[in-house]
Structures are given as C-alpha cells and as structure tokens.
C-alpha cells in the first residue's frame, strides 16, 4: 500500500522556522517527482507550495515562499522535505506532501498520491 506520511508542523512565532518530512513507502521513490501543497483555513482547494523533480532534482516554487522555503529529497531515505524559514502568519495551513509519476502530471499538478497532512500555525 502506497502511503506518504508527512511530520514536522507545528506551532511557531511569525519568523521562526520549521522542517517538514514527509516518508514515502509502497511505491519506488526515487521515480516520483514530489510537491508540497497546502490548504489555509477557509480555502476551499489546495495550493501548489514547492516541487522537485525526480530527473534532474529541479525545484519551483510558489512566488509567495521563494527565498524562504527550500525543499529538497533523499532518495536513499525514501523521503522529500520543506524547510521553511521566516514563516509568516499567511503560511498557516495544512500541508501536504504528494507525488506524481510523470513529469508531465508533475508539471500539470496532477499528483497520483496524497499524504493525510501535517498542521502549521504561524502566529503573528
């Protein structure tokens, strides 16, 4: 069974830091290209917060977070992460970590497999 357990939120004070991980098991990791996404409260869908590639280890990001989140993975680990720094209270939100077997769906944002989410709150 595919499952993506993402860990690391938590509650911080606007400008801290927090790193998320998120562990893949059930599929062949080093094949999947990964994102994060994240739902703040009171939207009704996710957003894309960050990618990386499984090819070339390419990473885009959301304009809001670029020069504050980094992600990055360690196939020897099964594992893809978000280290966000100067977090702001706009960044509160559920995030999840997803992974999408083509370059093609990665690129589209059609994501074959969801993490069940892991909380932040960034309070002001």
């Known amino acids: 069974q595919v499952q993506l357990a993402e860990s690391g939120g938590g509650l911080v004070q606007a400008g801290g830091s927090l790193r998320l991980s998120c562990a893949a098991s059930?599929?062949?990791?080093?094949?999947?290209?990964m994102g994060w996404f994240r739902q703040a409260p009171g939207k009704e869908e996710r957003e894309f917060v960050a990618?990386?590639?499984?090819?070339?280890?390419?990473?885009n990001y959301k304009d809001s977070v670029k020069g504050r989140f980094t992600i990055s993975r360690d196939n020897a680990k099964n594992a893809v992460y978000l280290q966000m720094d100067s977090l702001k209270p706009e960044d509160t939100a559920v995030y999840y970590c997803?992974?999408?077997?083509?370059?093609?769906?990665?690129?589209?944002?059609?994501?074959?497999?969801w993490g069940q989410g892991t909380q932040v709150s960034v309070s002001s």
């Open positions: 990618g990386v590639t499984r090819t070339s280890f390419a990473t």
């Open positions: 997803a992974a999408a077997s083509s370059l093609e769906n990665y690129f589209k944002k059609n994501y074959d497999y």
């Open positions: 059930g599929i062949s990791f080093r094949h999947y290209n």
